[in-house]
């Protein structure tokens, strides 16, 4: 199959891919860390969108979408920042390709568009991490796991461990909060906005090793 990753910097959905023998090519503005540039298309992907792709997995930004982000809602609507952020969703959602996936975290496209087609968490496909993530699905199968230990019939072994989480008082409401640790990491390390918004948008191996076992079938 000819499969665009769109939006992919990291290469980790692309190389599972092209490990099973497909045409694959991750797509995105920024240059490719994955270590694989002959694979990559630097380039915005609405101008490559329709080049005969049998599969699409796309992971349209989500920085004006996210729930996470809700406090600056309203100044994005009215500087625009948010629409635009929902018509390139919808540009993936409505690409002419037949197999497609959209991810992106909890946020307002659940409304304005519809609910996802599944919900999932990278500890499902065996890395002990939390960060949920919502998947609308065109011609493509939910992705399968199993939670229960030894039971799982792939090369993907399910966890139930979360991974470690941080716990805080929120000055303002008083009220108890958390956030996955390697999250949070991000916040405290990245050296700049970009670096930490490339990291938290990373796909973890698990569930770029599923997508690419599974869909291929």
């Known amino acids: 199959m000819r499969v665009l990753i769109a939006c992919e910097e990291s290469q980790a959905v692309c190389k599972e891919f092209r490990l099973l023998g497909h045409e694959a090519y991750s797509c995105d503005i920024l240059e490719s860390s994955g270590g694989y540039p002959e694979w990559h298309i630097k380039d915005d992907v609405l101008k490559v969108i329709n080049d005969s792709w ?14 996470s982000g809700a406090r600056h809602f309203e100044q994005k609507r009215k500087d625009g920042r948010q629409k635009q952020g929902i018509d390139f969703f919808m540009a993936m959602i409505n690409a002419p390709i037949n197999k497609i996936a959209v991810e992106n975290p909890i946020g307002i496209m659940s409304n304005i568009y519809k609910k996802p087609t599944q919900i999932i968490q990278p500890y499902y496909f065996g890395d002990p991490f939390q960060k949920t993530t919502c998947l609308w699905l065109k011609n493509l199968p939910p992705l399968y796991y199993n939670l229960t230990p030894n039971l799982f019939d792939q090369t993907i072994t ?15 409401s008083g009220k108890r909060k958390s956030q996955a640790k390697w999250y949070y990491d991000a916040l405290i390390n990245a050296k700049s906005k ?22 291929s079938n």
């Open 158 to 172: 399910a966890t139930k461990d979360k991974g470690e989480m941080i716990y805080w008082i929120d000055k303002k």
């Open 194 to 215: 970009e670096e930490r918004s490339t990291i938290r948008s990373k796909t973890f191996p698990g569930i770029a090793k599923a997508m690419a076992i599974q869909w």
């Open 54 to 67: 049998d599969m699409m997995i796309a992971f349209p930004p989500c920085t004006h979408l996210t729930v």
